[in-house]
């Protein structure tokens, strides 16, 4: 008799087999969508980056930066052409032609391909009126500056604020004095035997006003000095097409704030990367350029006398107060003022001619201040005794103007330039920064149609990757530099 078999094994080997073959198709295709994604989002990483790789070399060179141009070395800036090359990256890093014999190796599990990507955010350095960039350059010379350094710019600050040492126009004061003294200023005589006889009398400050008249450049450089004759066409660069309401815009979402420590450091920065008188930078279309920020002027030498009569005109105001606290020098000044009231016959005026002089005696020293600054020297805010130059008898003479001796106590020509940046509307010499880097770039090859509202800081992108079978992923990144 034939011994039955059983076929429960064959059957629970068919059910098992079937629940690890649904496992393993589960495992595979949650391996493929996984791969999908994470590879996916590499390749928007690794485009992005791609982007940012492309940065202008000539603004890293000369000032620093890293900017994407969006002319890429065109005269048509536009965000389709930062769009395209995010694009041709995406599809270059997803396409797999170039791979050898990929159908005979490997088959393509993944299949994806790029179905959109489009910019939603684009910052550039002009956004925000500059604040963006401002942030930039103060991050680009941290390293090198500090707390100290925006301690004493406040400092300084606070020193011109408490003395309204840029409130006061000392110049227009004299004209109104003199206007008054002009009154009692006629011809004066008297009788000597008989007949009347003409004095001729000059006000203790007349070669002064004279000196005035001649404008401060006159005085206050070296003999021999040439001045910068460039000259530049300033409607062609940012400042102008922004008035025009001809620049790009970005759309960016986050606000900007800069903190008083950025928008010293950033100062700090165009002093580092601009030229002034005394240092000029070689190459460049302006000679006195942190001069032409602070002025805004197309011809150096207009820039150049507009900082040095704002520096005269701020040390005329601190000298005046200096000698109306110092006893002794006021004790001289009324003995002169007194004898010029008295040639004239009018003791009532000896306030008038007081005033005078002690503003004569001022500017003829803020003249001399000015120049030690232009030549290198120091010249302290508020001075002391020991800081003064001139005797009350250079107002009456020729002074000697030339600087004959060191001075190292006190501020330099960059430390009031500095206090002059500080103290001058941010977005204006922010844009006019802004100008002198388009100069200098577009002398280099390849950029001479470059624009600084062409340069993109960060991106935001939104791409849309499918799969041959079936996923469908968005992606979103923002990235900046760092």
Same mark, same amino acid.
């Given at each position: ?15 098992? &087999?079937?629940?690890?073959?649904? &496992? ?6 949650? *391996?493929?969508?996984?791969?999908? @994604? ?22 890293? =060179? ?32 997803? =396409?797999?032609?170039? %791979? ?19 910019l939603k955010e ?14 930039? *350059? *103060? ?28 409130? @006061? ?23 000597? =035997? ?88 070689k190459g460049s279309? &302006? ?27 701020? @040390?005329?105001?601190?000298? %005046? ?77 020729? *002074? ?35 100008? &002198? ?13 470059? @624009? ?12 849309v990757i499918k ?16």
């Open positions: 008799m034939k011994k039955r078999q059983g076929g429960y094994l064959t059957i629970y080997v068919a059910l098992s &087999l079937t629940a690890m073959l649904s &496992l393993c198709l589960t495992i595979i295709e949650g *391996a493929r969508e996984n791969s999908i @994604r994470w590879e996916a989002e590499c390749i928007m990483d690794v485009g992005m980056n791609s982007v940012l790789a492309e940065y202008h070399r000539e603004l890293l =060179n000369q000032y620093n930066l890293f900017y994407i141009d969006s002319s890429y070395g065109s005269a048509y800036p536009s965000y389709y052409n930062t769009e395209a090359r995010l694009k041709y990256y995406l599809e270059q890093n997803l =396409n797999l032609e170039d %791979v050898s014999y990929v159908d005979f190796i490997y088959k393509d599990l993944l299949e994806l391909q790029l179905a959109d990507v489009w684009v910052t550039l350095a002009t956004d925000f009126g500059g604040k963006l960039f401002q942030k930039r *350059a *103060a991050e680009a010379i941290w390293d090198d500056s500090g707390m100290q350094t925006l301690e004493n710019v406040l400092d300084w600050v606070k020193t011109i604020d408490d003395n309204e040492l840029l409130e @006061r126009d000392i110049e227009d004061e004299k004209e109104k004095i003199d206007e008054q003294l002009d009154e009692y200023y006629e011809t004066k005589g008297g009788l000597e =035997n008989n007949q009347w006889i003409e004095v001729e009398i000059e006000k203790p400050t007349e070669h002064l006003d004279e000196m005035r008249a001649k404008g401060v450049l006159t005085w206050v450089l070296e003999e021999g000095t040439i001045i910068s004759g460039q000259q530049v066409d300033l409607s062609q660069y940012i400042t102008a097409r922004r008035k025009r309401g001809d620049i790009n815009l970005g759309n960016p979402i986050q606000m900007i704030e800069i903190t008083p420590l950025e928008s010293v450091l950033f100062h700090e920065y165009i002093i580092r990367y601009s030229g002034h008188y005394g240092k000029t930078k279309l &302006l000679q006195y350029q942190t001069e032409y920020v602070i002025a805004g002027k197309e011809k150096d030498e207009d820039n150049l006398k507009s900082v040095a009569m704002t520096i005269s005109g701020l @040390r005329e105001v601190a000298n %005046v107060i200096y000698l109306n606290k110092c006893s002794a020098k006021m004790d001289m000044i009324k003995i002169l003022a007194k004898v010029a009231a008295y040639a004239i016959f009018t003791p009532e005026a000896e306030e008038l001619f007081k005033a005078s002089i002690v503003m004569g005696w001022a500017y003829l020293e803020s003249v001399y201040d000015t120049k030690v600054l232009l030549a290198g020297g120091k010249v302290p805010l508020m001075k002391e005794d020991e800081d003064w130059h001139y005797d009350l008898d250079s107002i009456l003479t020729t *002074a000697d103007m030339e600087v004959k001796k060191q001075h190292k106590k006190g501020l330099s020509y960059e430390d009031y330039l500095r206090i002059l940046l500080y103290l001058e509307n941010q977005e204006k010499i922010t844009f006019r920064f802004m100008d &002198l880097m388009e100069m200098d770039i577009r002398l280099t090859k390849g950029n001479e149609a470059f @624009r600084m509202d062409s340069c993109i800081e960060s991106i935001g992108v939104q791409a799969s041959g079978y079936g996923y469908e992923y968005v992606i979103e990144r923002r990235k900046k530099y760092e």
